[in-house]
């Protein structure tokens, strides 16, 4: 009977190779599977580089994986995109509720996982795992890439023994906050751009060809009472930006550093988060992906067994939005004395009414999460819309508004050649 050479993992993740004998490959793997060992490798003496498989162990140390040595450790302060935390989530949601061992899964995602800060975190947790504690416990290591709301639903799932279920509503809330997070900075870049091009061009017209042509003008019509008041009104605008540009960038740059000290402020924050739900356009957005952010996370958080007090302060953590937070404190407050949470959001201001009403529905039947799991797919469709509304009134009138100010500097500064052309035409 053929022999065949494996490395392979055991149950505590531990790497150890060894030689079985079996009719074919199909059959070895099986030997090791029902022997609790879950094979890497797999290689017929003869036919493959057996050779290679006896130096990996030699320089794994006969077969144990090895620890990451602290050098390689993150540091607490260590983070990630949430693009890659939500694939690591929906990956190891995937080989958890395929009948892997936690450990296990994190062996298998730490060695293909190509971003090196993540890699290096999978280790570590995989290390401590091994170690003894919990899936929790050791996410607590990486505050900046797993949040509250991360750690207490696996802490729920660990207790609950549905680890595999936890993870996969995490996976999906993952998914679900990216797709809305992309709608809506993509609605917000797309002005911002055309914003930063039209001021772009405007500042090269006045700084650069205004000028050039404010010469001409001078040359050949020797007076600039002669000038149409359009044109007038350009060069001395133009002259106005020339003269006073660095104070022009001091200001905005004090601006931005005036908004950022009023922002770092809780009544500053206030009146900022305030001003945002109130905006005419944007404000519809921002206040549509509050709502859908809370009813998820507080739907997510108590469907999986995390506590509803705990759960509320949670979701004030990740409002986003101090006004919502508000409202948020003031609904735990009121659940804490057993009251409902009805009156705080109708209070608040800002809570529609239909989401208060299918709170309240969800009350009174003792289905709360569900209803606020069906409030965020709600909003979320209604966000989609909004920013599709939005983005295509914004197209048109930034175009708009772009042709405007360009033609009205082209027009100026075409009206007195014009003038000089009819000038030349009527001497000849």
Known sequence: MPKFHYIALDQNGQETAGVIEASNEAEGIAQLRRNQLYPTQVVEEGKGDTAAIKRRVRSTGGGAKGKASANNKPSAQAKVSGKILMIFTRQLATLIDSGLPLLRGLTVLGRQEPNPIMKRCITTLADSVQSGSTFSES???????YNKLYVNMVKAGELGGVLELVLNRLAEYQEKAQKLKNKVVAAMVYPLIVMFIAVAIMIFLMTVIVPKFEKIFEDMLGSKDKLPDLTKFVIGFSRGVQDNIIPLIV????SIVL????????GGRIFIDSMKLKLPVFGDVQRKTAISRFTRTLGTLVTSGVPILQALNITRETAGNVIISNAITKVH???KEGESMIAPLEGSK??????ISMVDVGEETGQLPEMLLKVADVYEDEVDNAVSA???MLEPLMIVILAVVVGTIVMALF??????????SEKS
């Not at 996410?139 to 890439?145: E, M, N």
């Not at 908004?259 to 809780?266: E, G, L, Q, S, V």
């Open 259 to 266: 908004w950022r000290i009023m922002a770092a402020t809780k």
């Open 350 to 355: 800002v809570f529609p009414p239909m989401v």
């Open 415 to 424: 009206m007195p050649l014009i003038q000089i052309i009819q000038g030349i």
């Open 390 to 392: 939005m983005t295509s």
């Open 139 to 145: 996410l607590q290591q990486f505050p900046k890439i």
């Open 333 to 335: 407050d009121a659940v």
């Open 251 to 254: 200001g905005t740059v004090g």
